[in-house]
């Protein structure tokens, strides 16, 4: 079982993309009219259509076939937001900057580490001031919650059933890592993952980790989209 949870996960990302790209191209191929919408939008409805499904896929599929039940609590939604969730938030930041600095330090000496890759975010060409909202709730509010859900809220608490705590969050942040498609980022955020990872266990909530994501994604959004327009 806990080989094939991380596989399961992964399984229900890419399956959530293969069937958004199918629709998009079936959408295409039928002439549907979406050249009223810009390329912005089509790509938030799709990010949101992506995490929704592969949030289904996942956690909803064994709970209807096989009743593998997941619960509020195990996903570390049991309770509202505190304000130690908002604190604890900030102190996480610091702990992930120095330990990915370490990180990409020992991989930038891998003779296969490519410093200078660069994560598609999906948001290439943005020209007016909704594109950037909504290039701002796609990759800063809607992929953060989506992603805590199904990593540090579901994969972790179901792996640590089955194996040791720092194995379940050393195999959680290596998928998360994976996932990414990238070596330097994928170092990065198996760094942020590792904190996000200790927050769900330190708290018992979901929330510190959905509120630190949102602060590394909120600044890359600011790197990536505003600082080019200064």
Request: glycine share 6%; net charge neutral.
């Amino acid at each position: 079982m806990a080989l094939l949870l991380p596989l399961w996960v992964g399984a229900g990302f890419i399956i959530a993309e293969v069937v958004v790209e199918l629709l998009l191209s079936l959408l295409n191929f039928l002439k549907v009219p979406l050249g009223d919408l810009s390329a912005s939008t089509i790509q938030t409805i799709a990010a949101a259509f992506t995490y929704i499904l592969a949030i289904t896929i996942v956690i909803g599929v064994p709970w209807w076939l096989k009743k593998f039940h997941t619960s509020r609590k195990e996903l570390g939604l049991d309770s509202n937001m505190t304000w130690l969730d908002l604190l604890l938030a900030p102190s996480g930041f610091i702990i992930y900057i120095l330990l990915s600095f370490v990180l990409t330090s020992l991989a930038s000496q891998l003779p296969f580490y490519n410093s200078t890759q660069v994560q598609d975010t999906g948001f290439s060409q943005l020209n007016h001031n909704y594109e950037y909202f909504l290039a701002f709730f796609t990759l800063v509010i809607v992929a953060p919650v989506a992603e805590e859900i199904l990593f540090r809220g579901y994969l972790l608490s179901k792996l640590r059933k089955y194996i040791p705590l720092w194995s379940s969050i050393l195999v959680t942040s290596l998928l998360f890592g994976i996932i990414h498609f990238a070596w330097n980022v994928g170092v990065d955020v198996f760094a942020l993952s590792i904190v996000l990872c200790l927050l769900r266990v330190w708290s018992g909530r979901l929330w510190p980790s959905i509120v630190l994501h949102m602060i590394k994604n909120g600044l890359a959004f600011y790197f990536l989209f505003i600082i080019p327009l200064l």
